[in-house]
């Protein structure tokens, strides 16, 4: 990656285009927070309802007072503690933050991602002082890339035609989407985490003086909270550790093609596999790709060994069951026919 593609980049965000750029959490699909008819192109490529804030990616240092209307004392804190890197904050925004940018909410979605292809062209971007609106650069409902192939499978034509740029910083070193937690109702909520992530609720409380909460019907709208995200194009299922092997060969014994992502170093039988490290950070880093290529082998269902469930697999345990959701009773479907 060259300083000048970064720049030239930065001009096309100027200039109203489309810029998908890594960032260490995912990649994102950007552009001027500022311009609605830009933010709104966003959507329109991604097939993503209007209604669905995005976040705003500022660059180190940024006037946080420009975006939001309060700043609590516990925004500051958090940016201190763990800026740069893959915490989003809700926070009451300012009024002339587009509605386009907050899906027409009071609030608005800040981050100050670490990755430094991210870092560097925020700060080419209106010479630092600009907020990159990004979703994740997928279409909505799929797994989020964390590779730049990955973006340009998701937006091939798109890409082919030059409306979408591309910048290349190898893989997202997190692997999954950045934490969110929400400071826009401290008073009458406190902060509640809207998205689990690499940053765990007890880091932000160790930081805050405050655990936050899990969101209750009354939080904003996330879509990542709809519980059909991040999924593949075949059904996703998980399976315990202990009952793994033995349902994979009953599977295969019934003619179904399966493939298997797993951390345990067992051996099974199935039709494509995928082995993760078995740290969450190493699995974590990996699931993205490894549900992409399980998908590419055109099997019949995906079978996921369960992890671990503490406190540190919170953010992948989100991410699987959302994956598994629309695919509720499919194995006992498939042992039963
Ligand atoms: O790691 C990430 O956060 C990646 C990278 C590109 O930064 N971005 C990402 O964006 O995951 P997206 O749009 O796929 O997910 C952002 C989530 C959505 O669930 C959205 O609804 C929520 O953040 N969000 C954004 N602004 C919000 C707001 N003002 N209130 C509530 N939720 C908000
Ligand atoms: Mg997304």
Known sequence: MTEGAILDAAARLEAGALVAFPTETVYGLGAD????AAVAAIYAAKGRPQDHPVIVHVAPGADLDYWAAELPDEARK????????PLTMIVKRNAHIPDAVSGG??????????????????????????GVAAPSANKFGNVSPTTAQHVRDEFNEEAGAGAITVLDGGSSQV????????????????????????????EIAAVIGAMPAAPDAAAPRASGTLESHYAPKAPVALADTGRLPGLLTTLAGRGRSVAVIRYSPMLVQASAQELLPSDPAGYAFGLYAALRTMDRAGVELILVETPPQHDAWLGINDRLRRAAFGSAGIVDQFLAG
Do not use: Y
């Open 33 to 36: 927070a500022e311009n609605p």
């Open 78 to 85: 958090l940016a201190q503690a763990f800026w740069p890197g």
């Open 105 to 130: 909410q009071d609030t608005v979605g800040i981050r100050c991602p670490s990755h430094p292809v991210a870092m560097a062209l925020l700060a080419a971007f209106k010479g630092g002082r600009g």
């Open 175 to 202: 692997g999954i989407e950045s934490t969110i937690v929400d400071l826009s109702r401290l008073a009458t909520h406190g902060p509640v985490l809207l998205r689990p992530g690499h940053i765990g609720a007890a």
